[in-house]
């Protein structure tokens, strides 16, 4: 019997997890056992999980909240997207040590892709400029929008972000009362879902047949839903992502990359 593949994810909270599931999912689509774990670890309590998990055979691991900016000590060596959002989303152990990875960003460009949104030449709008919108910036810029315009409550970190990628493309960052200039697509990158709200963005910012894609999903995708429902514009939410995201790690895992749509028809009924 071939022995079962060690992975877990770190985090905290992590009860909510739905990666063991996800996994769980690709595992049997590609015929690979996993033994993948969900598992608490706050902040100075990762090194010694590391320790743990590589002593038990684990040769990967994914890190969420609040662990992907800390996680980059732990790692000898970053992928580009990694190093781009200083943060680490998924680990790969070898003879040496922990090798870091981020899929966030791939994984929503997948998902972008796998929704037949165009990237390439498209006006794109982010709204909120935190740790999620760090994470997709340097993927998104790669596919050569006409522009990128991050939009933010507190507006020198959105210009912080803008500077920060501006040697990759064409980036600008504003407050949330900046004159509005039309774009193709809005991505939903600020937390305010979670209290089932949306930010006010004004008119004007999104042409007619824009799509909207909110990096929430579940519970927090309701009031994008309802708010782009109001103005005919399609909305997806990041569900979508979260299993891409996934989808590349276990391929960095295993070298094989499971199906996103087939996942998502298991999980999709349950939280959509
Ligand atoms: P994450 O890592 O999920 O991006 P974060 O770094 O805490 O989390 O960022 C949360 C984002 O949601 C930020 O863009 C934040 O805006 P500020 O930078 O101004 O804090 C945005 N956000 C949170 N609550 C908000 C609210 N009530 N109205 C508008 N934006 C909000």
Redesign the pocket.
Known sequence: MTPSLRLAVFGDPISHSLSPRIHGLFGRQLGIEVDYRAIRCPEDELPAKLSELAAAGGIGANLT?PLKQTGLRQCRQLDRPARLARAVNTLKLDEQGWLGFNTDGPGLVLDLERLGIALTDARILI????????GILGPLLAKKPACITVL???AA?AAGLAERFAHLGAIAGHS?DAPAQAHDLLLQ????GH?G?M?ALPAGWLVPDARVYDLNYGQAHRPVAHWAERYGWKADSGLGMLVGQAALAFEIWTGQRPSVSAALASLDADLN
């Open positions: 909240l709204l909120g400029a935190g740790g999620a919108t760090a933010n409550r507190t970190r949330l990158a600020t937390s305010l209290s709200t930010p």
